[in-house]
């Protein structure tokens, strides 16, 4: 098997990734319902509801806990890598948040022409976190257990 196709074959990054985009997707929904109005924009902003970041990682862990067993070393580190993330999610880049927005009111304030606007929706709230975590298994596995890679898919597709 090629190299291209063992990286087509490979279900856990293919349905984990896809969760991912399905996270990013979900944001154009809870924004809608949230302000009322439709910003396609907001898939490719950090932030949000849910974390897509959370999504991919906690897919990627089920997938790999389903794949190797739930007692393998790798599925440790895989969900010690998914805390990590969901950690540095809604504590440190939700915090680096928070002071973008008190450095963009001070610099208004100091000088309202100042062109200093940092971004302020860096992470997400505990709650944003949990729903990715969520969504990343509930992709992935049924993904991996019902259709398999997507070679599969390809193969479905072409025969």
Same mark, same amino acid.
């Given at each position: 098997?090629?190299?291209?196709?063992?990286?087509?074959?490979?279900? +856990?990054?293919?349905?984990?990734?896809?969760?991912?985009?399905?996270?990013?997707? =979900?944001?154009?929904? =809870?924004?809608?319902?949230?302000?009322?109005?439709?910003?396609?924009?907001?898939?490719?902003?950090?932030? *949000?509801?849910?974390?897509?970041?959370?999504?991919?990682?906690?897919?990627?862990?089920?997938?790999? *806990? =389903?794949?190797?067993?739930?007692?393998?070393?790798?599925?440790?580190?895989?969900?010690?890598?998914?805390?990590? !993330?969901?950690?540095?999610?809604?504590? !440190?880049?939700?915090?680096? *948040?928070?002071?973008?927005?008190?450095? $963009?009111?001070?610099?208004?304030?100091?000088?309202?022409?100042?062109? /200093? $606007?940092?971004?302020?929706?860096?992470?997400?709230?505990?709650?944003? !976190? +949990? !729903?990715?975590?969520?969504?990343?298994?509930? +992709?992935?596995?049924?993904?991996? /257990?019902?259709?398999?890679?997507?070679?599969?898919? =390809?193969?479905?597709?072409?025969?």
């Amino acid at each position: 098997m090629s190299e291209f196709s063992a990286f087509l074959n490979n279900s +856990i990054l293919f349905w984990s990734l896809l969760s991912c985009l399905f996270a990013q997707f =979900f944001k154009i929904i =809870f924004n809608f319902f949230s302000t009322g109005e439709i910003r396609f924009g907001i898939m490719f902003e950090t932030g *949000g509801m849910p974390s897509s970041h959370s999504a991919l990682i906690t897919g990627a862990s089920s997938g790999i *806990g =389903f794949q190797l067993g739930f007692d393998s070393p790798i599925f440790a580190l895989a969900i010690a890598v998914s805390l990590i !993330v969901m950690y540095d999610a809604s504590g !440190v880049r939700k915090s680096a *948040g928070i002071q973008a927005a008190e450095i $963009n009111k001070l610099s208004k304030k100091i000088d309202p022409k100042s062109q /200093v $606007n940092l971004k302020e929706t860096l992470g997400h709230t505990k709650f944003e !976190v +949990i !729903v990715g975590s969520l969504l990343g298994p509930l +992709i992935t596995l049924p993904g991996i /257990v019902f259709i398999g890679s997507p070679l599969n898919i =390809f193969d479905f597709l072409i025969n």
